[in-house]
């Protein structure tokens, strides 16, 4: 960033300024309204220091200076309860977390397709040439047992799905899942 000579001393005399106005309006009776007009008059002075600038003959930068008013201002928000950059990463947290319901319900749905192929009944499956001669439990043993592979696969998704905590739940026709806390997991 281009920006003017920072004075290094001159940043830390007002965050300085900062702190004393700050404790002392905090003490007289909680003063917010004193405490964020000093606050906003310190941001205000820095984000004229930081002013991006043609001049590329800077000498200065003093980046120590900036971070720690930074660090000290982000920190006395916090103590407010106003965190910017959590709630940043809470907006991306919340696209991941799109992101991986998706992810989840593809699979779902995916294994959900795999299960209803091998519980429903097929004309286009030979079980053999002897299947038609079975009764309706020798019929579904076979089946079962040609299909196994199919049905592991599908059990294994369940199961690497709740070492992660997420519970798929089989109903007749369809599947769904959900996030299993550990207090629920250790209640089961």
């Known amino acids: ?11 830390l005399s007002k965050l300085d300024q900062l702190q004393m106005s700050v404790g002392e309006a905090l003490c007289d009776d909680f003063d917010l309204p004193r405490t964020v007009a ?7 002075f820095m984000n004229t220091e930081l ?15 900036v971070a720690v008013a930074a660090m000290y201002v982000s920190e006395l928000l916090q103590s407010f309860g106003i965190n910017f950059g959590k709630q940043m990463q809470q ?12 992810v989840i319900d593809s699979t779902v749905k995916y294994r959900n397709k795999i299960r209803q192929f091998i519980l429903s009944p097929h004309e286009d499956i030979s ?3 002897d299947y038609e001669d079975l009764n309706k439990k020798e019929k579904k043993k076979v089946k079962f047992q040609a299909l196994q592979p199919l049905i592991s696969s599908s059990d ?3 199961k690497e799905f709740a070492a992660m905590d997420i519970q798929i739940i089989d109903y007749r026709d369809d599947s769904s ?8 997991k250790n209640e089961n």
Do not use: H, Y
Not at 4 to 11: D, M, P
Not at 38 to 44: D, K, P
Not at 177 to 184: M, R
């Open 1 to 11: 960033m281009n920006c003017g000579n920072i004075s290094e001393s001159e940043i």
């Open 38 to 44: 000093s606050i906003m008059s310190f941001v205000q």
């Open 51 to 65: 002013t991006p600038t043609q001049d590329l003959s800077c000498s200065s930068r003093s980046t120590v200076a």
């Open 91 to 102: 907006q991306a947290e919340s696209g991941n977390d799109l992101q991986l319901s998706q």
């Open 127 to 129: 079980f053999g040439k």
């Open 156 to 158: 294994d998704i369940r």
């Open 177 to 184: 899942w959900k996030i299993v806390t550990k207090k629920k």
